[in-house]
């Protein structure tokens, strides 16, 4: 007899009696506990090729797996979302949980989406946001099983830091998501290279935006304005796909 079938043998003897084996055949067991494997391994998804990176902001930098969905106002949030934010309690040690989680601000967003902010805050203050690209519809409607995640942060009560400071990321299209205190500045917008001017979207005390630059579109101009519409900030955004302007 070898070492596992002493230790089988030992624990044959140690289990009370019971009718479970008649009641319940080797056969039936082995096919749930196929089954109970099966659901319990999580099935694989693509590797995102959007880059996060790091500016002049503290950036979180993970997104780990979660559990199940997290019950809310609008529902259940799906787990394919909550993996999206489980960084707001590794980063603050618990403190933002993603069940605080709520839509608070949309703008339109590229091919058809929008751009919209999702935000938690803790006990102690501290706010975690995560911009997102998703299908359009009401601000209050409940969170989609599929999202393009564009990053985020989460920030003290303490750090409100100032208007161009920048966190942000960027796909493989170009299409980068900015994000930075808003500061000094009543309202924000970007104007872009052929001319045109988008606002800024203003959501739990800074601006998120989005914008295309690559190697053939440049990168275009963050304006921000106080309260009297004097000009407090001008600064070319970054360029991440060519590294300009970083």
């Known amino acids: ?15 009370p009696t019971s009718t479970v084996d008649e009641a319940w055949p080797p056969s039936d067991r082995d096919a749930a506990l196929e089954r109970v494997l099966a659901s319990s391994v999580p099935a694989s998804t693509a590797p995102s090729r959007r880059r996060r990176v790091l500016l002049t902001t503290a950036v979180t930098a ?13 529902g259940v949030l799906p787990e394919s979302f909550t993996k999206e934010l489980s960084f707001w309690a590794s980063e603050t040690g618990g403190g933002v949980d993603v069940d605080t989680a709520r839509r608070i601000a949309q703008a339109p967003g590229p091919d058809g989406t929008v751009l919209s902010v999702w935000a938690g805050t803790g006990a102690n203050g501290t706010t975690c946001v995560s911009p997102m690209f998703e299908a359009p519809g009401d601000l209050d409607r409940p969170a989609p099983a599929s999202v ?3 990053g ?9 830091g100032t208007f161009g400071d920048l966190g942000g990321s960027a796909d493989e299209r170009g299409i980068h998501t900015m994000w930075g205190p808003a500061g000094e500045a009543a309202r924000a917008e970007l104007r ?21 630059a ?22 070319q955004l970054p360029n991440l796909v060519t590294n300009a302007g970083r």
């Open 148 to 150: 393009r995640a564009a």
């Open 214 to 235: 690559n190697e053939t579109v440049e990168a275009p101009f963050l304006v921000g304005y106080d309260a009297s519409g004097k000009v407090v900030l001008e600064r």
């Open 152 to 160: 985020g942060q989460c920030t003290p009560a303490d750090s409100p």
């Open 62 to 74: 993970a997104l780990l797996a979660t559990g199940a969905g997290v019950a809310t106002a609008s």
């Open 192 to 212: 872009l290279p052929d001319g045109t001017v988008r606002a800024a979207l203003a959501a739990a005390g800074m601006y998120f935006y989005w914008y295309l």
């Open 1 to 15: 007899m070898n070492t596992d079938d002493r230790a089988m043998a030992i624990l044959e003897n140690l289990r």
